[in-house]
């Protein structure tokens, strides 16, 4: 499972990445960011299109393209979904993959890509490891919140400054 993840992202890999998101892990139901055969309507997919874009996309691939087109890239540091088990137990599995998440951004190409880590217990874990490791932590200062319907505003908002 955890290729097929990394197959659909990688098809969607920037030429020349300027921004990268780290959010936590795929969902364990469904609805995997660069999965092309979900739907719009999908939580993260449409908050990160609204807050990035304002076209309006018809399909999932045609979005994922748009974004892929505009140098933004979406990467999880682990890629075993850890939605449906204890917070203390997803952060634990976070931090014992750390070094191949680092390795995985370093063979994308990303040292020098200024990252933004969405989610407060990722941001919590990862800010400084990876300012430590040398990555450009865009927001180190600003925790950005998973952009569930409550958060949305505070995720768009947060994203938007840091991005202009």
């Known amino acids: 499972m955890v290729n097929e993840f990394i197959a659909l992202r990688n098809r969607y890999r ?12 795929p969902p364990a139901h469904g609805g995997y960011f660069y999965d092309p055969s979900g739907r719009t309507t999908e939580l ?11 076209e309006v996309f018809n399909t999932k691939d045609e979005g994922l393209r748009y974004f892929q087109k505009n140098g933004f890239y979406l990467i999880n540091p682990i890629y075993t979904p850890v939605n449906k088990i204890s917070d203390k137990s997803a952060d634990e599995l976070i931090l014992e993959n750390y070094e191949n998440f680092k390795n995985d951004l370093i063979a994308e190409n990303l040292k020098d890509v200024p990252l933004v880590i969405v989610k ?45």
């Open 14 to 25: 920037p030429e020349k990445t300027r921004l990268c998101f780290i959010f936590e892990s």
């Open 44 to 54: 993260l997919f449409r908050s990160l299109m609204k807050t990035l874009f304002k």
């Open 120 to 164: 407060s217990n990722v941001w919590k874990l990862l800010k400084d490891k990876l300012t430590e490791d040398g990555f450009i932590v865009l927001n180190r200062e600003v925790m950005i919140p998973f952009p569930m319907h409550y958060h949305f505003e505070s995720f768009k908002d947060k994203v938007q400054k840091l991005i202009k």
